[in-house]
């Protein structure tokens, strides 16, 4: 078929054109995904001496070994769990700097699915100095849930409050202000709880930190305002309009009605960023237990993503309307670290060698180095039945 046919017909050519698109977004789907060689070469480019045995094997036989010596690890980990027994074969970091234990931190953790993530993501941030709240979506399967419980139950040793899931039975959905309650819910259970921590980590599942906790702590001794790390930004028209009209939950989704909202509480400045926060002990009580806090907590409830405007906006509020520091420097010491990093499928700056979801890649091995040269403390999104290669890797890299 010559081009000039070929380019009048508008179906064909409006398919090819979507399909090209696949190809730019979704690599992997084009058969694009690099070989391990190439992954090496590329980190080599870019200065980056880290490694691990999953990229060092060139044999298909070999590197099949060791994927599957760790599935199998896993699987055993697994089996123990649903037979109530604590597994042998827990693979934390056992040597821990007086900085780590001179700064205990809490973490909250929402989850839904996937232990095997679950499992390595807990392995890679636990330390038996630190205090763990698990918030489970209440949807999730029984034999999930069942599976983190007796997972913390086996660290936690005598100690009933240092790793637990949480009171909360909330049904967490995408966009909706279940995610803020789960977290804040979290918050609330570590808050009371008799073990001493410096500074709230909120984190997901399906997240993965991109440094150790040595060099999380290190990062917060930099910190140089009273809250922490709160990643946060002025609002654009888009954005302001989630708190214009009322939203509610029509089958799990997010619905905007008709209603218009009344004006933020207390003349408060409305912010956004990312949910994830690394934030002090004394502002952590600030968020749950002042007016303020209260107050823009109950106005968020029917707000699209409130779990982006919370922390943000009080951040900013606490240090501003206390005097400490004016709105610029404020805005810049918040901004000073990302406790979350994402590859946006729009991102002109980096392919997704994984797949796109809402809008987010969801990464496979050949994003590592993509990834390795980002500045933050966790790399949003991994599913091991997508790749469960890259999360082994980064396991064995943070440990480096």
Known sequence: MSFVRWKKNKQVLFIVSVIALCCLVITSICGLQPTREQIREK???????????????????TCDTVLDQEVNRIQTIEDDLANERCPENLNFIGEISSSEKNMPL?????????????LKLFEAIYRPQNVYCVQIDSKSKLEFRKKVDKLLSCVRANEEERAFLSKSNISLVWQHSSLLEGDLSCLTQLLVNRLPWNYYINIVGSEFPLVGNAQLVSKLESVRNPIGFVHIKYPHKEVADRWKYSHILVEDYVVRTKIEKTLPPNGIKMMYGLKNVAISREFSEFCINSEEGQDLREWLLD?????????????LYYLTHKGIF?????????NEWKMRQTIWFNNPNFNCYGKIKREICVLS?????????????????????LDF?????????IRQ
């Open 43 to 61: 980190l080599k480019t870019l200065g980056i001496e880290n490694s691990c045995k999953v990229l060092e094997c060139d044999i298909t036989a």
């Open 365 to 385: 091995l050949g994003d590592l180095p993509s990834i390795l040269q980002m500045d933050g403390y966790m790399m949003n999104k991994f599913d091991s039945d």
């Open 389 to 397: 290669s890259i999360v082994h890797c980064l396991s064995e890299m």
């Open 303 to 315: 707000v699209q993503t409130s779990i982006e405007h919370f922390y943000p906006t009080l951040a």
């Open 106 to 118: 809490a973490f909250s953790i929402m989850a839904h699915r996937d232990f095997p993530q679950f």
């Open 326 to 334: 004016p709105e610029k420097d404020a805005y810049e010491l918040l």
